[in-house]
């Protein structure tokens, strides 16, 4: 059987340079799915739709492959953020979180091409913010770094110094969770150059 290729469903540089620190080769194949945050759904069922949906646009563009797509969001008191919309909006969701406690939840999906097995699972990582003074808040916009963040937030950037503490997977909380994805891939390859 010819060796197969691994994808990433994502152009995320977050999810890039994530995937490569655990030493695969892979391509990049952005999914062309819309990411709403819709009606009162559950988290955990959101992401791991999301997830499911980004793999399975890719699975239409590619065969002999091995698909990883992840999606996260920021969950605070049932409160579902996901990418703020503007500046206005970043500076709301971060005077949230602000001081207060939330979870990162991605769904992780791997698909495998031609045959569509997949393989679905989720990650939480709960984090404790600091109280961010709302001078605070507006210097870190004018950074233009929470713009494309879950959360309004990069924890592994300018972010992190409002984190007091992490519970939990700190790559789940960067955007791709590196352990399970590896537990993970260990059922469709043993070959790191899948």
Same mark, same amino acid.
């Given at each position: 059987?010819?060796?197969?290729?691994? !994808? #990433?469903?994502?152009?995320?540089? /977050?999810?890039?340079? +994530? =995937? $490569?620190?655990?030493?695969?080769?892979?391509? %990049?194949?952005?999914?062309?799915?819309?990411?709403?945050?819709?009606?009162? !759904? #559950?988290?955990?069922?959101?992401? /791991?739709?999301?997830? +499911? =949906? $980004?793999?399975?646009?890719?699975?239409?563009? %590619?065969?002999?492959?091995?698909?990883?797509?992840?999606?996260?969001?920021?969950?605070?008191?049932?409160?579902?953020?996901?990418?703020?919309?503007?500046?206005?909006?970043?500076?709301?969701?971060?005077?949230?979180?602000?001081?207060?406690?939330?979870?990162?939840?991605?769904?992780?999906?791997?698909?495998?091409?031609?045959?569509?097995?997949?393989?679905?699972?989720?990650?939480?990582?709960?984090?404790?913010?600091?109280?961010?003074?709302?001078?605070?808040?507006?210097?870190?916009?004018?950074?233009?770094?929470?713009?494309?963040?879950?959360?309004?937030?990069?924890?592994?950037?300018?972010?992190?110094?409002?984190?007091?503490?992490?519970?939990?997977?700190?790559?789940?909380?960067?955007?791709?969770?590196?352990?399970?994805?590896?537990?993970?891939?260990?059922?469709?390859?043993?070959?790191?150059?899948?």
């Amino acid at each position: 059987m010819p060796k197969k290729r691994l !994808i #990433l469903a994502s152009n995320s540089p /977050r999810r890039i340079v +994530l =995937l $490569k620190s655990l030493g695969y080769h892979f391509d %990049v194949v952005p999914h062309d799915i819309e990411e709403c945050i819709y009606g009162d !759904i #559950l988290p955990m069922k959101l992401v /791991r739709n999301l997830a +499911l =949906l $980004k793999a399975s646009d890719v699975a239409r563009k %590619v065969d002999n492959a091995v698909i990883i797509s992840a999606d996260t969001v920021v969950v605070h008191e049932k409160t579902i953020f996901g990418k703020p919309k503007d500046v206005s909006d970043a500076k709301r969701i971060l005077s949230i979180l602000s001081d207060s406690k939330h979870d990162i939840i991605s769904g992780v999906c791997v698909m495998e091409m031609p045959s569509r097995k997949k393989m679905l699972r989720i990650e939480r990582t709960h984090i404790k913010m600091r109280h961010i003074k709302d001078e605070e808040i507006e210097k870190y916009i004018l950074t233009g770094e929470p713009m494309d963040k879950a959360g309004a937030y990069a924890i592994q950037g300018e972010g992190r110094k409002f984190i007091e503490k992490i519970d939990g997977s700190y790559s789940n909380a960067v955007g791709l969770p590196l352990e399970l994805l590896k537990e993970m891939l260990d059922h469709f390859t043993s070959d790191k150059n899948a």
